[in-house]
């Protein structure tokens, strides 16, 4: 019995979607308990993210600072029924830092901006979002850090002169210890350079292998050619 051409069409659709189904229920399927933790621990900070913390609460003490906050952290949705939509779309975010008044309300959303990602989709997505929820949304490069003035004027408010120069020092402070880490790691390179040049120098060479490993018999007299004199003693 021949197969009529809708009928195969249809079998083909739903094989395709069959296909497509299994692969989506595997990639939201949970991975198991592992077997081996390969994790270690990691500093939450890099060298400029420190420094910007360290600005923030310097000169913002009465606002509490958090890193690394994802953005449902403090966005959500307005119906119930979208709540996954939602989910889904945000959860990959996240901001570099959240300045908060002091019962949690974010106020300002501070980020690290890269020349690749400056008009990339996740940081355009992130800014809708915090629009959206009325959250302002600052960008800045980690070469160039905000002074005290410009991270008051974030909030709504004015730096005082005290402000102004505990900022100054902190941003001060962070540099010595950038510089000083800088020059450890250059010693130590250095260190470990040398140590292996001494050892390659000490090494023994290839090429007198045979003499150090079979040493001339010093006793035995070498057998030198006669000079011409002596043959013409000898005669």
């Known amino acids: 019995m021949a197969i009529s051409p809708m009928t195969a069409g249809v079998a083909f659709v739903f094989g395709v979607f069959g296909i497509l189904l299994g692969m989506w229920l595997k990639r939201k399927r949970k991975p198991g308990w592992p077997r081996e933790w390969g994790i270690t621990a990691r500093p939450v900070f890099a060298t400029h993210e420190r420094a910007m913390h360290r600005l923030l609460t310097t000169t913002l003490p009465q606002h509490a600072v958090l890193a690394k906050l994802p953005l449902l952290r403090f966005c959500q949705s307005i119906s119930p029924d979208q709540v996954p939509y939602w989910y889904d779309l945000l959860s990959p975010l996240y901001v570099s830092f959240a300045i908060c008044s002091p019962n949690g309300r974010v106020l300002v959303a501070v980020d690290f901006e890269h020349e690749s990602s400056s008009d990339s989709s996740a940081m ?7 629009q959206a929820c009325r ?5 800045c490069r980690a070469n160039a850090l905000p002074n005290a003035g410009e991270i008051m004027s974030w909030v709504g408010e004015v730096a005082t002169p005290a402000q102004k120069a505990a ?16 020059t450890v790691r250059k010693r130590r390179a250095e260190r470990q350079t040398q140590s292996q040049w001494q050892d390659s120098f000490f090494a023994p060479d ?17 057998a030198a050619p006669s000079s011409g004199s002596e043959q013409l003693s000898r005669s």
């Open 124 to 130: 355009k997505l992130k800014s809708a979002a915090l």
């Open 167 to 182: 900022a100054a020092e902190a941003a001060r402070f962070e540099q010595a210890g950038a510089a000083l880490a800088q």
């Open 206 to 222: 290839s090429r007198f292998d045979d003499l150090l490993s079979t040493p001339a018999n010093l006793d035995e007299p070498s």
């Open 135 to 139: 959250v302002r949304h600052v960008r």
